[in-house]
């Protein structure tokens, strides 16, 4: 395009106004200012000015900006208003920062230029956008780069809903379902699962001298399947999702716990006196123990073996979320569990947390239907903390089955 004189100042007022913004962007971009001799020729000559080379900290190479398309985002770029690492607004648009669940999914979202959508009657639009500028402002605001490896607008996605007219604006909790619905469309058409994620900068690459700051591999386990339930947990960024994948792997043991258990009982049993056989009070006890054992299979009872026998539950005990911890020591009236306590009081703390985890797992499964909590789940911001309870009880559940020999490793016992 030829530019015209006000054009000219506009983009002269806009990148003053950048420099402003974050001026560590200025020592890279000073001379993209137009002086007055420079200003006259231009229209002159009527000289054709179509892209502008604009540098963002901490990028290997200068960004190739339409000249139209930047002077028309003025109004955008002086609105932009950081919220959060992950959330940027300006008058007419709101930025999401997100991610792909690997290099494939950020492949086929670089490649695809057919993502936008529109909300039906309303004056709105949601697409996904690589390299924003909006986004690459923000970044350099926050400082967040490294000159030898770390950009502030190439590493970054973001869902942009836009607004035509900023008067229709959705308000946060609407804005919240619309962006939703999106990550759903493209998990569901391209099999794609975008996260949440925040403009960042990764930590440094050390060479560390001290090897103990790494955590040592242990020996390999016999694979089974309850590895991948724990890898799948692992991955996922969501807490109460991450809850529930961990709260699988400990399912996926307890039916062997509570069979092992009834497996010992009955032996036991079976190890009296021939002269019982004939008794028939004593067959019906092996009757109703038989019963007893069976209806421990219920989903409470059975994460409360998995409790009790795959995990060491005091070793454990301070990872819980400390109103777990307070439940436990009220109950009991201790001030701390330690090793020494009696049995019978391991079991019943095991079993305090079995039954609020277990309460919460519920509440989680069936939050929109018909559930009513009774005050026994955690809150909504102890997930963190629950999880790395998770996290090491399903790792030591793991390593109990492996441990396990495998006339044992059946779910029924013979």
Same mark, same amino acid.
């Given at each position: 395009?030829?530019?015209?004189?006000?054009?000219?100042?506009?983009?002269?007022?806009?990148?003053?106004?950048?420099?402003?913004?974050?001026?560590?962007? &200025?020592?890279? *971009?000073?001379? =993209?200012?137009?002086? !007055?001799?420079? #200003?006259?020729?231009?229209?002159?000559? +009527?000289?054709? /000015?179509?892209?502008?080379?604009?540098?963002?900290?901490?990028?290997?190479?200068?960004?190739?900006?339409?000249?139209?398309?930047?002077?028309?985002?003025?109004?955008?770029?002086?609105?932009?208003?950081?919220?959060?690492?992950?959330?940027?607004?300006?008058?007419?648009?709101?930025?999401?920062?997100?991610?792909?669940?690997?290099?494939?999914?950020?492949?086929?979202?670089? &490649?695809?230029? *057919?993502?936008? =959508?529109?909300?039906? !009657?309303?004056? #709105?639009?949601?697409?996904?956008?690589? +390299?924003?500028? /909006?986004?690459?402002?923000?970044?350099?605001?926050?400082?967040?780069?490294?000159?030898?490896?770390?950009?502030?607008?190439?590493?970054?996605?973001?869902?942009?809903?836009?607004?035509?007219?900023?008067?229709?604006?959705?308000?946060?909790?609407?804005?919240?379902?619309?962006?939703?619905?999106?990550?759903?469309?493209?998990?569901?058409?391209?099999?794609?699962?975008?996260?949440?994620?925040?403009?960042?900068?990764?930590?440094?690459? !050390?060479?560390?001298?001290?090897?103990?700051?790494?955590?040592?591999?242990?020996?390999?386990?016999?694979?089974?399947?309850?590895?991948?339930?724990?890898?799948?947990?692992?991955?996922?960024?969501?807490?109460?999702?991450?809850?529930?994948?961990?709260?699988?792997?400990?399912?996926?043991?307890?039916?062997?716990?509570?069979?092992?258990?009834?497996?010992?009982?009955?032996?036991?049993?079976?190890?009296?006196?021939?002269?019982?056989?004939?008794?028939?009070?004593?067959?019906?006890?092996?009757?109703?123990?038989?019963?007893?054992?069976?209806?421990?299979?219920?989903?409470?009872?059975?994460?409360?073996?998995?409790?009790?026998?795959?995990?060491?539950?005091?070793?454990?005990?301070?990872?819980?979320?400390?109103?777990?911890?307070?439940?436990?020591?009220?109950?009991?009236?201790?001030?701390?569990?330690?090793?020494?306590?009696?049995?019978?009081?391991?079991?019943?703390?095991?079993?305090?947390?079995?039954?609020?985890?277990?309460?919460?797992?519920?509440?989680?499964?069936?939050?929109?239907?018909?559930?009513?909590?009774?005050?026994?789940?955690?809150?909504?911001?102890?997930?963190?903390?629950?999880?790395?309870?998770?996290?090491?009880?399903?790792?030591?559940?793991?390593?109990?089955?492996?441990?396990?020999?495998?006339?044992?490793?059946?779910?029924?016992?013979?």
């Amino acid at each position: 395009m030829t530019p015209n004189r006000k054009q000219l100042l506009l983009f002269n007022d806009l990148i003053n106004w950048i420099f402003k913004f974050c001026p560590d962007l &200025e020592d890279y *971009n000073s001379d =993209l200012i137009f002086d !007055e001799e420079r #200003i006259n020729e231009i229209v002159t000559e +009527e000289e054709d /000015i179509t892209e502008i080379e604009f540098f963002f900290l901490g990028e290997q190479n200068y960004t190739t900006v339409i000249f139209e398309e930047f002077i028309d985002l003025a109004d955008q770029i002086k609105s932009l208003m950081i919220i959060n690492e992950g959330f940027i607004k300006t008058k007419n648009h709101s930025f999401y920062i997100v991610s792909a669940n690997d290099s494939r999914g950020d492949f086929i979202l670089n &490649e695809n230029h *057919n993502l936008q =959508l529109h909300v039906k !009657e309303k004056k #709105i639009s949601v697409d996904i956008v690589g +390299e924003s500028i /909006i986004v690459g402002l923000a970044a350099c605001k926050l400082a967040m780069y490294d000159d030898n490896y770390w950009g502030t607008i190439t590493p970054y996605q973001a869902i942009n809903i836009s607004y035509e007219d900023h008067e229709c604006r959705l308000n946060d909790m609407d804005e919240l379902a619309l962006l939703n619905s999106y990550l759903f469309e493209i998990a569901d058409t391209l099999n794609i699962a975008l996260i949440r994620t925040d403009i960042h900068l990764p930590e440094e690459y !050390e060479y560390l001298e001290d090897e103990e700051q790494y955590e040592s591999l242990r020996e390999l386990e016999p694979f089974n399947e309850g590895m991948k339930l724990f890898t799948s947990a692992v991955q996922i960024e969501d807490e109460e999702l991450k809850f529930l994948n961990f709260y699988k792997v400990l399912e996926h043991y307890s039916p062997i716990a509570v069979n092992i258990e009834a497996n010992e009982l009955m032996r036991k049993k079976l190890d009296s006196p021939k002269s019982k056989f004939e008794d028939g009070d004593f067959i019906r006890s092996i009757f109703q123990l038989a019963n007893s054992m069976r209806d421990r299979f219920n989903d409470e009872d059975l994460i409360k073996s998995a409790f009790g026998t795959c995990v060491d539950f005091i070793g454990l005990y301070e990872e819980l979320p400390l109103s777990i911890q307070k439940k436990i020591t009220s109950h009991l009236k201790l001030k701390k569990l330690e090793y020494g306590i009696d049995r019978q009081q391991i079991s019943i703390a095991s079993n305090i947390a079995a039954k609020i985890i277990y309460k919460t797992r519920n509440k989680v499964v069936h939050a929109k239907s018909n559930f009513i909590p009774d005050g026994e789940e955690i809150k909504s911001d102890e997930f963190a903390q629950l999880n790395q309870f998770m996290k090491l009880a399903s790792s030591q559940a793991i390593r109990w089955y492996a441990r396990q020999p495998n006339h044992l490793k059946q779910e029924i016992i013979n």
